[in-house]
Each structure stands twice: as C-alpha cells, then as structure tokens.
C-alpha cells in the first residue's frame, strides 16, 4: 500500500512570515511529486511539481525533495490571508497519484 | 478554469434513485480518473481510464458505474446508493496515467438522503 503522509494541522502562521508544509511517502520508486491547493468547498489546484532532487523555486513557492529521506516539502514565502487553504502533496511513479490527507495553513492577518 | 468540465455541481438524490455525473476535459488528456473526497480523508482514487480503457478499480462497489464513451468524456452511474456515499466526487485528466500531473473539475457535490 503507497501512502503519502502529512500533518492534518491546522498551520498557523502570520501575514508575512514563511509557511512550511511537509509530506513523506512510502514509496522508494516515486518519481514525481506535485502540490495542491485546494479551497474550501472546491476542486484541487495544481500549484507546483518537482522531480529532482533539491529546491525548484515558482514566485513566493518553492518545493524541496529529497528522495534519499522520502521527503517533500513546499515553501511559502511572504505568507498572505489568500494562502489560507489545504495543501495537498501527491506522488506518483508507475502508478496514477496518492495524495495525502492535506495540511490546513490559516495565515493570521 | 482548469479545462475539465464537471455537471451537475450539486446533486441530492434519494437511496433508491439512478443518476449519472458528467466530465468532459478539453486539454487532449488521454487519462481520466473519478475520485472521492470525504471529509477527514485523503483523496480515494476510484476508476482510472486511459485511452478510453479503464486500467483500474480500486474495490469500488458495484453502485458505482463507470463509462468513458471517448478521451474526452467520462460518467458515473449512481444507483441504490448509501447516504455514506455522500461526498465530493471529482474528475480529473492527465496527459498520461502515471508520472504527470491531474487536472481536476469542480466536483460534484453529492448528498444521498
């Protein structure tokens, strides 16, 4: 059984300051790995992808990997009211995506 | 708009109904998937298509019926269903089925009453 495990939380953190949200996952041959936003009462939103090892910066976003620890994470800098959401990570390799139960990040105005 | 077009948006239907969900992707996907989001629960993946074939189901029961038409069109039959089957059902397309990303619809909000 694949699994891609997060903190449910809630994360919170204040207007401005950098949210980090964490994800591991069970499988070793996991290839890629994405990033979700997904609002209250709505779908999933693809927000950010990674394949490689390190950092891969998109604006305020930047996702990190490390496959060696089985280790994703996402990045928010600059923390607006707008980013308050459930973040969901998601890993795929030879099979369609896993998704983890999502954090829930509340930026405190 | 994610190109992935989900009706109806909201659905309440009675446990001895049938009605269907609808999905149409415009993004020239040649994968398609039907997942279930309940509340406090991860994504379930339930039916995944690719190239109109349907390449897995994950224990889904039987009241529960899909059909994928073309690329670009997916349904799911709802019949004598449970009022535990209320939740937000999504669709989503790929380029393929594994190692790229999802786009999802906007779900369909079900109630079973």
């Known amino acids: 059984q694949k699994e891609v495990e997060q903190n449910s939380g809630p994360l919170s953190v204040p207007e401005g300051a950098i949210a980090s949200l964490n994800c591991t996952y069970s499988d070793r041959g996991s290839q890629s790995f994405f990033w979700y936003r997904q609002y209250s009462g709505k779908s999933p939103e693809l927000i950010m992808f990674?394949?490689?090892?390190g950092d891969k910066e998109d604006g305020r976003f930047t996702a990190q990997l490390n496959k060696a620890s089985q280790y994703v994470s996402l990045l928010i800098r600059d923390s607006q009211p707008s980013d308050s959401a459930t973040y969901l990570c998601?890993?795929?390799?030879?099979?369609?995506?896993?998704f983890g139960k999502g954090t829930r990040l509340s930026v405190i105005a | 708009e994610t190109g992935v077009t989900q009706t109806p948006r909201h659905l309440v239907m009675g446990m001895t109904n049938k009605k269907s969900l609808k999905c149409e992707q415009h993004?020239?996907?040649?994968?398609m998937y039907w997942y279930k989001q309940s509340a406090k629960k991860p994504l379930e993946l339930m039916f995944v298509?690719?190239?109109?074939?349907?390449?897995e189901n994950n224990s889904v029961p039987s009241r529960f019926s899909p059909e994928c038409p073309n690329s670009s069109h997916l349904f799911l039959h709802l019949h004598t269903l449970q009022p535990e089957d209320s939740a937000l059902y999504l669709c989503a397309s790929s380029q393929d089925w594994v190692n790229t990303e999802a786009f999802f619809g906007q779900g369909t909000r079900l109630t079973v009453v």
């Open positions: 998601a890993v795929n390799s030879d099979t369609p995506l896993v």
């Open positions: 990674i394949y490689s090892n």
């Open positions: 298509y690719n190239f109109k074939e349907q390449t």
């Open positions: 993004l020239g996907h040649n994968a």
